[in-house]
């Protein structure tokens, strides 16, 4: 009888978190209390870290810190330009009277080292809406490109859709020529698929794919995946397409969160801004 | 109220709190396959050793903690652990009395049972992982459970939990 009643219970559950936004109290009050759990699980590699940074010997800090020395200059260098660049951009976009980019806000955030769901990709992050506004559905990138974007923000903490969880789909266009697709995650690391591009579609090993900023969530222009894998099959409509994602999924502890900035088109508002500030 | 007192809640408070843990320590990539469903191995030796403290209610709440924690659906965990949960505490009597290799065998199923729930439940709302990518987990949790079953005894006699 009681098993009967709680299944029913689970049922309800279940259907209001698939449908609905009702049970994200539960959610986050049971997730204050076993963030401790996750918390201390993540501790020894947390202090693995740490005495690889206190013990660290002198020569190595020191090769670091030549290497990071060079890559700051090559960068700075770099950045002259891109200041450049992007002047002359935004006055080019103006002359074409098109839409103006505008910086975007960026917040550090760490990964906690824990695993969870073995079906799923699925991280969380030490950062939660008591931090900073976070909202469901922001993106979160490493230095290198796209990693994936939040699904549930709790008050301490919060956890994130990887681009590679099956359930994972984002627009991208080739940077190369601008063709558009859409990047599915495959449930394997570094894999995703490109699926209903024709056999004849321009695309190429290596090419680089870039989120194209459709769909409002990812902001476009980010790295998100190269292209490994091309098989064309004259008997199959589509062709079959492998990519890498270029962000380090499995790797990095350090992740950014993302506020994407959206302006007014001149002739009409931004159809993405609407849902960016919908959400609280 | 019941007649006989009753001791030790810690201890299996503790015991799930640490299954908690364990369920979601990092391992890497294919051995995340392999890891046994800790918080079911420890629910049922508490459901089998003391029926009349660990009810249906209780594998529930548990589930919906592991839901939040493993960040799945709400409710998918908690309706295979209170099935879990029931059954043990049907067959606790007859359970108890098998030997070890039977027990792990119950065992066997009852996560089986508990890992197709999950992916029923997951194929139904999104993408439904291979049904064989289930199996691994539960085959480890068999394997464990005579050593979780040995140390809880043990844990539960040195401490006096009754």
């Known amino acids: 009888m009681r098993l009967l ?20 109290n539960i959610r986050s009050g049971i997730a204050v209390l076993v963030y401790p759990i996750q918390y201390l699980v993540s501790l020894p590699a947390d202090f693995f870290d740490w005495t690889a940074d206190a013990f660290a010997s002198r020569e190595t800090l020191q090769v670091n810190n030549d290497e990071l020395q060079r890559e700051n200059q090559a960068l700075r260098s770099q950045l002259q330009k891109l200041t450049f660049i992007e002047a002359e951009n935004r006055h080019l976009r103006e002359l074409l009277q098109s839409s103006k980019r505008v910086g975007e806000k960026v917040l550090i955030a760490e990964l906690l080292a824990v695993d969870l769901d073995p079906f799923s990709k699925v991280v969380v992050i030490n950062k939660g809406d008591r931090d900073d506004l976070l909202y469901r559905g922001q993106p979160i990138v490493d230095a290198r490109g796209v990693m994936g974007k939040l699904i549930h923000v709790n008050p301490y903490s919060s956890t994130a859709m990887l681009i590679t969880d099956p359930n994972h789909a984002m627009p991208v266009q080739v940077l190369r ?13 570094g894999l995703l698929e490109i699926p209903n591009l024709p056999n004849n579609a321009d695309i190429k090993v290596g090419d680089l794919l870039v989120t ?23 008997a199959l409509p589509f062709a079959r397409i492998r990519a890498e994602p270029i962000a380090w999924l499995d790797r990095s502890r350090e992740v950014l969160l993302v506020w994407p900035a959206v302006s007014d088109l001149p002739q009409m508002a931004n159809p993405c801004k609407f849902e960016v500030e919908e959400v609280p | 109220m019941s007649l006989t007192q009753h001791h ?3 201890v299996i408070t503790l015991s799930f709190l640490l299954a908690l843990a364990l369920s979601i320590v990092p391992l890497p990539g294919l051995m995340e396959m ?50 879990v949960a029931f059954l043990t505490l049907h067959l606790h009597q007859r359970i108890r009395v098998f030997p ?46 005579p050593l979780i079953y040995l140390l809880l005894r043990q844990v539960r006699r040195a401490y006096h939990v009754v």
């Open chain 2, 8 to 10: 030790g809640g810690w």
């Open chain 2, 34 to 83: 392999l890891r046994p469903e800790w918080v079911t191995l420890v629910l049922i030796y508490w459901c089998m050793a003391l029926p009349n403290r660990v009810s249906v209610g209780i594998g529930w709440l548990l589930g919906l903690v592991l839901d939040v924690l493993r960040d799945t659906l709400i409710g998918q965990y908690a309706l295979a652990l209170a099935l």
């Open chain 1, 177 to 189: 020529n601008g063709l558009r697709a859409v990047a599915v995650g495959h449930g394997q690391d």
């Open chain 1, 5 to 24: 009643l709680l299944a029913a219970l689970s049922i309800t559950l279940m259907t209001l978190d698939q449908r609905t936004d009702y049970v994200r």
């Open chain 1, 212 to 234: 194209s900023g459709l769909g409002c969530v990812f902001p476009a222009g980010y790295p998100a995946a190269r292209v490994t894998e091309v098989t064309t099959n004259p």
């Open chain 2, 100 to 145: 070890l290799w039977q027990q792990a065998l119950s065992i066997f199923v009852l996560t089986m049972l508990q890992n197709l729930i999950v992916l029923w439940i997951k194929g139904l709302t999104g993408h439904s992982p291979d049904f064989w990518s289930i199996l691994p987990s539960a085959f480890t949790t068999m394997l464990v459970w």
